[in-house]
C-alpha cells in the first residue's frame, strides 16, 4: 500500500547518517516537503511539486501536512524502562537534601529497585512495559533502547530481556535490547566485585548470546560502583563475546570512563557530565557516541554534560531520556528539548540530530531508522504545527500530533 505524505510546511530528513560537530546542524531541511511511503518503507522524499510529478496519488493515501512539520520519529537511545516497583520516597528524601549516592551506598537506591523487580512476574513487568512504551508512542518515540540491570540474578536479568523482546514483537515501537548485570553489586557479592564480573561473565552472558537476548553490553563505571579496571574486563569480555558496548560514564565523579568508552571501540558513552577536557578530546576524535541525559541531571538537581563543548569540538552527541525509577523517572522528550535548548545551549538542529540520526547510531540503527531517506523504515511523525522552532518554544508540551510506524498510523 503507498502513502504520500504532501504540503509539509517543513520536512525535516536528517539524512546522511551520523552527525559529528558542527554537521549536527545540518538537519536536511525541505520545505513544503513530500514524502513516499511503500508498505513499511520510505521510496521517495522531495518537494511536493517534485514528488507530486512523478507519483500518482490516485491509489495512494494521502496525508496533507499543510502547515505542519513532519520529520524521521525519535530515538531514544538510553532507558531503563522495564522495572518492578517505584522510588517516589527517593525523590522526596532527595528533595530534602539526601544525595543519589547516599542513599544509594545506604541500600536504597538500584538495589530497592532490584528487590521490587526480582518479585515481578513477567506479566507484571510486561504490562507495566507496554503502558510505559505507550507514552513513549505518544511522545513520536519509535525506536528505545532498553536495560536489564533491575535483576542483578541470573533469572531476573533474563526475566527483563524476554520481557523487552516479547514487547519488541508485540508492539509497534522497536526495542532494542541492553544487557546490564554489572549496574549495581548485589548483596550476594557485597564486597566481591571481581566475582561478580565473573559471574556475570560466565554464566550469564553466554546464555543471553546464545539466546539472542541483547546486542549490548553495558555497566555502571562510577566511584563506588565499578572501577575503570573492573570495568574494562567487564567490557572487553563482552567484546570477545560479540557484544557492542555502551559505558554509563563520568556521571558524578570523573573516573575517565568516558576516555575508556572512546579506547575501547564503544558504540557509546553515556551521561558525562563530570567528563574532563581530555575524555571529551577523545570522545571527539573516536567513532563514540557522547549520549547526554539531559533530564537526569534536571532530576538529580546537578551541572548539565557540557554539550555545547562536545559539538564544539566535533564529537558526535545524542540525546535520550534515561527513563529509570531513580534517578531520572521521565520519559519526556518536550522536556528534554528544552533543557537541551535552554541550558546546554544546542540549537534546535542539533537536539533533532541529537534525537533522531545520532540516537540511531548509538544503538546501531544508523543503517534502518533516524532518518526519512529511500530504503529506510517509514518511522515518521508528523508535529502540529509549522516549523521546527516551535519543538522548543512550546516548552515542555507534546506537539507530536500523528506518529507513522512501518509504515502504519498508530497515532492521530
Ligand atoms: O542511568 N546511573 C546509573 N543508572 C541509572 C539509574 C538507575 C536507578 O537509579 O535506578 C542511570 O541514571
Ligand atoms: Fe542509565
Known amino acids: 500500500m503507498k502513502t504520500i505524505i504532501k504540503n509539509a510546511s517543513e520536512l525535516v530528513t536528517c539524512k546522511g547518517g551520523v552527525k559529528y560537530g558542527k554537521a549536527m546542524s545540518d538537519i536536511g531541511l525541505i520545505h513544503d516537503g513530500a514524502v513516499v511511503i511503500d508498505d513499511d518503507k520510505i521510496v521517495a522524499v522531495g518537494t511536493t511539486d517534485e514528488i507530486l510529478s512523478k507519483y500518482d496519488s490516485g491509489d495512494a493515501i494521502v496525508i496533507n501536512a499543510e502547515g505542519k512539520t513532519v520529520m524521521p520519529g525519535f530515538v531514544d537511545s538510553h532507558t531503563h524502562f522495564i522495572f518492578g516497583g517505584y522510588r517516589a520516597d527517593e525523590f522526596s528524601w532527595r528533595l530534602k537534601g539526601d544525595s543519589y549516592m547516599?542513599?544509594?551506598?545506604?541500600?536504597?537506591?538500584?538495589?530497592?529497585?532490584?528487590?521490587?523487580?526480582?518479585?515481578?512476574?513477567?506479566?507484571?513487568?510486561?504490562?507495566?512495559?507496554?503502558?510505559?512504551?505507550?507514552?513513549?508512542?505518544?511522545?513520536?518515540?519509535t525506536t528505545v533502547e532498553g536495560k536489564s540491570g533491575y535483576g542483578l540474578d541470573k533469572d531476573t536479568e533474563i526475566r527483563m530481556l524476554e520481557v523487552m523482546k516479547a514487547l519488541d514483537e508485540e508492539q509497534p515501537v522497536d526495542i532494542v535490547r541492553t544487557y546490564l548485570g554489572p549496574h549495581a553489586t548485589p548483596p550476594e557479592y557485597k564486597d566481591r566485585n571481581m566475582d561478580f564480573l565473573k559471574f556475570n561473565?560466565?554464566?550469564?552472558?553466554?546464555v543471553v548470546k546464545e539466546r539472542e537476548l541483547a546486542e549490548f553490553a553495558d555497566i555502571f563505571t562510577e566511584k563506588n560502583v565499578f572501577s575503570i579496571e573492573e570495568s574494562e574486563y567487564y567490557l572487553k569480555k563482552a567484546h570477545e563475546m560479540g557484544f557492542k558496548l555502551k559505558v554509563h560514564a563520568d556521571e558524578m565523579y570523573d573516573l575517565g570512563g568516558a576516555g575508556m568508552a572512546a579506547r575501547l571501540g564503544a558504540a557509546s558513552a553515556d551521561h558525562l557530565l563530570m567528563a574532563s577536557d581530555e575524555s571529551i578530546e577523545a570522545l571527539s576524535k573516536s567513532n563514540t557516541i557522547a549520549t547526554l541525559l539531559p533530564a537526569t541531571a534536571f532530576s538529580l538537581g546537578a551541572e548539565y554534560a557540557r554539550g555545547r563543548k562536545m559539538i564544539d569540538?566535533?564529537?558526535?552527541?545524542?540525546?535520550?531520556?534515561?527513563?529509570?525509577?531513580?534517578?531520572c523517572h521521565t520519559c519526556s522528550i518536550p522536556l528534554i528539548i528544552a533543557i537541551s535548548c535552554i541550558y546546554m545551549h544546542l540549537t534546535i538542529e542539533e537536539v533533532i540530530?541529537?534525537?533522531t540520526i545520532n540516537g540511531a547510531a548509538a544503538c546501531g540503527r544508523s543503517e534502518s531508522v533516524g532518518s526519512i531517506e529511500p530504503g529506510k523504515k517509514a518511522d515518521i511523525i508528523i508535529l502540529e504545527k509549522p516549523s521546527i522552532n516551535f519543538l522548543p518554544y512550546c516548552t515542555g508540551m507534546n506537539i507530536v500530533e500523528s506518529v507513522i510506524k512501518d509504515g502504519t498510523l498508530v497515532k492521530g
Request: charged residues 25%.
Open 313 to 327: 569540538m566535533g564529537a558526535a552527541v545524542a540525546i535520550a531520556s534515561d527513563y529509570n525509577p531513580g534517578s
Open 102 to 141: 547516599s542513599i544509594m551506598e545506604r541500600g536504597g537506591g538500584i538495589a530497592s529497585t532490584m528487590k521490587a523487580t526480582r518479585k515481578a512476574s513477567f506479566k507484571e513487568l510486561y504490562d507495566e512495559g507496554l503502558s510505559r512504551l505507550k507514552r513513549m508512542l505518544s511522545y513520536g518515540v
Open 201 to 206: 561473565v560466565e554464566e550469564v552472558m553466554p
Open 353 to 355: 540530530t541529537a534525537l
